[in-house]
């Protein structure tokens, strides 16, 4: 039943109403760039059944607005250098989106200001009722030209064959929008607020609980309010968007009355109805940040079946010797592998036969690797897990570099097992070295043309792989292992001296009292703006733009505005970013991932 009425929403009468979808995704993606007054009502959280499946809410639009000003993204924008391109472009999107303003019925600049306030989309399946869609936009002193849109709409929909009817909910008048298979959307306004609903009852539900005669509603949740208070960051700043899902009661009401209804019966064998839900939040120009985003996964405890090989626990985030200072990110995390392992052996071998796990990890890496998983790989593995990303120049689309890097417990003895497992999959591999360190480099799985004549050049990439230090580096890029190599030799050159890095890890250390996370990483957006700051304005980005020009008026209109407003010096970029960083931890109610980025003054 959930699906028809999500097709309801997204499918099903889109297809018949597909130009009003638009108008009704454009209100969501507007609060981005509007701004006005609040609504004076109850949040949406208490407008919404208990049983919410999935929500994504706005707060408020002009608090959203203000805060992505004062982001580094926002200062960008506004700086005098930089304000004639954006405005440039802006005009260009004005006359672009005028080739489509008869059939929306509205210019660009009028559709942009109709949100006014909270916005929020929730999928519910309430008990006795059919589930369905809510979806509410706070428009006040905009009715007006909301009413545009919605009669736009209604056109729309009698040209395909459905029509709008007048109905009641208790005494209260409703337009009821009927696509020609019987479907229907449910619409009203009050008080500058309009509501749109799959169902009529799901309507009345909405209104009940806005006079406050609603038993229980989506803020009565023990579920969403844990998961919302893990991602409220600061009490007196609450975060400008949200989002939230129940994953297992989303399959349990789309499997319901189905052929899937069968896999029900595995969620307690496997432990996955311990997926009590997963929330997140983001918060622009928060005290000494730019943006703090959190997300929560709560699970039940204590935790069985599949959750049990969730084993992230605390451990050394300090930047090892190879990783060069000049990264662009960097994470780390450590995990009992041996927990892991084990775990999902019992449970995979509960479900099939005895020995059927070890089986399969023998069939399916020890054979592919051309060694013993559980003697010669497992135990060599340290736990600790990295992953960074530099850029090899010259900048091209795929100048992004990644190392990965698998600590090992004794790396004097892991050689000839990577000799082995590098001859089992590239029989042709080459065997280097630089600066005492050797390694191997691979062909790629798949050659790409360095020079095309349809599109950018692009680098080719060169596996490779080598024990450095203790750990067993992994790159697509020679260059990149070689700058590892390089920096191991030097490791007060590395990340773990560099005093941004500090400064992140500080930051995150007071984030967990103390404790070490089970997962910490580090960005740097002067460098990833860098990247695309030379890419755009590399000769080569720039032909192909303008060829692309020629029939297409969106890179049209990028090209012209990029000749009229070249880019100013980067260093007039640079001076609004500042570094970020991230951190997860594993505790009694789940996993929970913070991630920021701090603002500079």
């Given amino acids: 039943m959930l699906r028809s009425w999500l097709a309801l929403a997204g499918g099903k009468i889109v297809i018949r109403l597909s130009r009003l979808a638009v108008i009704l995704c454009a209100w969501m993606l507007a609060a981005s760039v509007v701004s006005s007054a609040r609504a004076d009502r109850p949040a949406a959280p208490r407008l919404l059944p208990e049983r919410t499946l999935a929500y994504a809410r706005i707060a408020d639009t002009q608090l959203l607005v203000e ?39 509205l210019p660009l600049d009028q559709l942009l200001r109709i949100p006014q306030g909270e916005i929020c989309f929730a999928v519910v399946a309430p008990p006795e009722m059919r589930p369905g869609v809510i979806f509410l936009i706070d428009v006040k002193d905009q009715l007006t030209q909301a009413r545009k849109l919605l009669d736009k709409g209604e056109e729309l929909l009698v040209e395909n064959g459905g029509r709008k009817e007048v109905e009641k909910v208790g005494e209260v008048e409703v337009a009821a929008y009927v696509g020609p298979d019987g479907n229907t959307l449910y619409e009203l306004e009050r008080e500058g607020t309009i509501l749109i609903a799959s169902d009529k009852e799901l309507l009345r539900f909405v209104l009940s609980a806005w006079d406050g005669q609603a038993e229980k509603t989506l803020a009565d949740s023990h579920k969403f309010n844990t998961i919302m208070s893990r991602c409220s960051g600061a009490v007196d700043d609450p975060p400008q968007l949200t989002l939230f899902a129940d994953p297992v009661e989303i399959f349990r009401t789309v499997a319901r009355g189905n052929f899937a209804a069968t896999a029900l019966a595995l969620l307690p064998v496997l432990g996955l109805d311990g997926v009590q839900g997963i929330g997140a939040s983001v918060t622009f120009g928060s005290g000494e940040f730019d943006s703090v985003q959190h997300v929560h ?48 052996g019992l449970l995979y071998n509960s479900l099939t036969s005895e020995g059927a796990f070890q089986e399969e990890v023998r069939r399916r890496v020890g054979d592919r690797l051309g060694v013993d998983f559980e003697k010669d790989l497992l135990p060599a593995l340290g736990g600790r897990f990295t992953f960074a990303q530099w850029i090899e120049h010259p900048v091209r689309l795929n100048s992004m570099a990644s190392l990965i890097g698998l600590s090992l417990k004794e790396p004097s003895q892991f050689g000839p097992t990577l000799e082995t497992i590098v001859k089992k ?57 070689v700058e590892a190599i390089k920096t191991a030799a030097e490791p007060a050159l590395g990340l773990a001296g560099d005093l941004e890095f500090k400064l992140i890890a500080s930051k995150i250390k007071r984030q967990v009292g103390g404790d070490a996370p089970g997962m910490l990483s580090f960005s740097r957006p002067e460098q990833n703006l860098r990247f695309w700051y030379d890419l755009a304005a590399a000769d080569d980005t720039r032909q192909q733009v303008n060829r692309r020009g020629e029939n297409n008026p969106v890179f049209f209109e990028l090209d012209k505005a990029l000749s009229d407003n070249p880019l100013p010096p980067f260093a007039v970029l640079a001076k609004y970013l500042a570094p970020g960083g991230g951190m997860m931890v594993n505790d009694e109610t789940g996993l929970h991932y913070t991630t920021f980025t701090l603002r500079r003054k």
Avoid: H
């Fill in 425 to 481: 999959l590239d029989e042709n591999a080459e065997k280097k070295a630089f600066g005492g360190v050797s390694y191997w480099t691979m062909k790629p799985l798949f050659r790409r043309p360095t020079e095309r004549p349809d599109g950018p050049a692009l680098r080719q990439p060169d596996p490779c792989v080598a024990i450095v230090g203790d750990t067993l580096l992994i790159t697509d890029s020679s260059a990149a292992l």
């Fill in 67 to 105: 805060r992505f000003r004062e982001t580094a993204l926002g200062r960008i924008g506004q700086d005098e250098e930089v304000k004639p391109l954006v405005s440039q472009l802006y005009a260009s999107a004005q006359q672009l989106w005028s080739r489509i303003e008869a059939q929306v019925g």
């Fill in 297 to 344: 996964l709560l699970l039940d405890n204590p935790r069985a079946g599949v959750l049990q090989l969730l084993a992230m626990s605390p451990g050394d985030s300090t930047p090892e010797p190879w990783v060069p200072a000049g990264i662009v990110s960097y994470s780390t995390f450590n995990w009992d592998l041996q927990q892991t392992y084990d775990k999902g």
